[in-house]
């Protein structure tokens, strides 16, 4: 017999079970331990005496009481209780919650009746169908597992991926609601490393899909394509480095190439300083450089590090 993910035998199911969930949440279980004698015969493995009545008073009060996990021992649950459950809505699981019901033997033939009468329902019934084959005998020791699951429309699930793309992650909205949620941060890394000091205020013109930058005149705001390479750059690094501020769960690190090759040398000289308070809040820097004369500056800008600071150099 071979076990498959179901997701992967029905990709257009959506499955998300309390007990399969990845958090640190606790799920409840409940488990029947009830007292009988085994019966085996050349037509049945199961209980002895009909347990009939037993099993939904356990399934009911495992659904009453939202239980995440509900199992009954192997050879126990009768297969008239399964039919019970698959015949009446109310009788279901509710979402999310799981039942790992151990039955008695069945034959192939009853197997597929049972998935024949499936067919016009709402109910699915998977199994490995190489394990009938053979055709006879007995299927010793099955194991259902019940659950509730939401059928996904393909079609609407593509419609909605789309719908969600264009209108809540468009490139230009994820932008602005970036510098809505961030002006502040980034404002104040930009006058930090800017020296200066000419533009006061960054601007996301939505309807002409630009940032602009305003400043201490009442001149009209700048758009970028007008400004300075060394100010782009800043205002680039700026983006940047609150993007890595807001960063929580990550490396406690900052990997950078060559970031200041067309920033002036006032601006070097600030960006330094911006980084050395960076390293002063538990930041490590990892700043790789082919300009000896900002080499040299970093070396003498983070030489209050003592052995933290370490310089590699690379050669052809």
Request: negative net charge; hydrophobic residues 45%.
């Given at each position: 017999m071979i076990f498959k993910f179901f997701d992967i035998v029905r990709n257009d199911l959506l499955i998300d079970l309390e007990v399969l969930t990845k958090d640190t949440n606790l799920y409840t279980s409940m488990l029947l331990q009830h007292e009988g004698i085994f019966n085996v015969t050349e037509n049945k493995f199961g209980n002895l005496d009909d347990q009939a009545d037993l099993f939904p008073k356990f399934l009911c009060v495992a659904k009453e009481q939202?239980?995440?996990?509900?199992?009954t021992p192997e050879y126990s649950c009768p297969w008239l209780v399964i039919h019970s459950i698959m015949s009446y809505i109310e009788k279901w699981p509710s979402m999310r919650k799981l039942w790992a019901l151990g039955c008695a033997s069945i034959t192939?033939?009853?197997?597929?009746?049972?998935?024949?009468?499936?067919?016009?329902?709402n109910v699915i019934l998977y199994f490995d169908e190489s394990a009938l084959e053979?055709?006879?005998?007995?299927?010793?020791?099955?194991?259902?597992?019940?659950?509730?699951?939401?059928?996904?429309?393909?079609?609407?699930?593509?419609?909605?991926?789309?719908?969600?793309?264009?209108?809540?992650?468009?490139?230009?909205?994820?932008?602005?609601?970036?510098?809505?949620?961030?002006?502040?941060?980034?404002?104040?890394?930009f006058q930090s490393i800017h020296s200066q000091k000419e533009f006061i205020?960054?601007?996301?013109?939505?309807?002409?899909?630009?940032?602009k930058l305003k400043g201490n005149g009442e001149n009209e705001p700048v758009s970028l394509n007008k400004i300075s390479a060394?100010?782009?750059?800043?205002?680039?690094?700026?983006?940047?480095?609150?993007?890595?501020?807001?960063?929580?769960?990550?490396?406690?690190?900052?990997?950078?190439?060559d970031p200041i090759t067309y920033v002036g040398d006032l601006n070097v000289l600030s960006f330094l300083d911006?980084?050395?308070?960076?390293?002063?809040?538990?930041?490590?820097?990892?700043?790789?450089?082919?300009?000896?004369?900002?080499?040299?500056?970093c070396e003498k800008k983070f030489f209050f590090l003592g052995s933290d600071f370490e310089t590699w150099i690379l050669n052809d």
């Amino acid at each position: 017999m071979i076990f498959k993910f179901f997701d992967i035998v029905r990709n257009d199911l959506l499955i998300d079970l309390e007990v399969l969930t990845k958090d640190t949440n606790l799920y409840t279980s409940m488990l029947l331990q009830h007292e009988g004698i085994f019966n085996v015969t050349e037509n049945k493995f199961g209980n002895l005496d009909d347990q009939a009545d037993l099993f939904p008073k356990f399934l009911c009060v495992a659904k009453e009481q939202q239980v995440s996990l509900a199992v009954t021992p192997e050879y126990s649950c009768p297969w008239l209780v399964i039919h019970s459950i698959m015949s009446y809505i109310e009788k279901w699981p509710s979402m999310r919650k799981l039942w790992a019901l151990g039955c008695a033997s069945i034959t192939p033939q009853e197997l597929l009746a049972l998935k024949e009468k499936c067919a016009s329902s709402n109910v699915i019934l998977y199994f490995d169908e190489s394990a009938l084959e053979k055709g006879g005998g007995l299927l010793l020791d099955p194991l259902c597992y019940v659950f509730n699951v939401t059928i996904i429309n393909r079609l609407a699930k593509a419609i909605g991926l789309l719908a969600n793309i264009l209108e809540r992650d468009a490139e230009m909205k994820v932008l602005q609601d970036f510098l809505n949620e961030n002006e502040s941060d980034i404002q104040g890394i930009f006058q930090s490393i800017h020296s200066q000091k000419e533009f006061i205020k960054i601007i996301f013109d939505y309807k002409e899909n630009n940032v602009k930058l305003k400043g201490n005149g009442e001149n009209e705001p700048v758009s970028l394509n007008k400004i300075s390479a060394g100010q782009r750059s800043a205002l680039a690094l700026s983006f940047f480095l609150a993007l890595n501020k807001k960063l929580n769960k990550g490396p406690n690190l900052i990997l950078m190439d060559d970031p200041i090759t067309y920033v002036g040398d006032l601006n070097v000289l600030s960006f330094l300083d911006y980084l050395r308070e960076m390293l002063i809040n538990d930041r490590q820097i990892f700043f790789a450089t082919a300009n000896k004369k900002l080499a040299g500056l970093c070396e003498k800008k983070f030489f209050f590090l003592g052995s933290d600071f370490e310089t590699w150099i690379l050669n052809d």
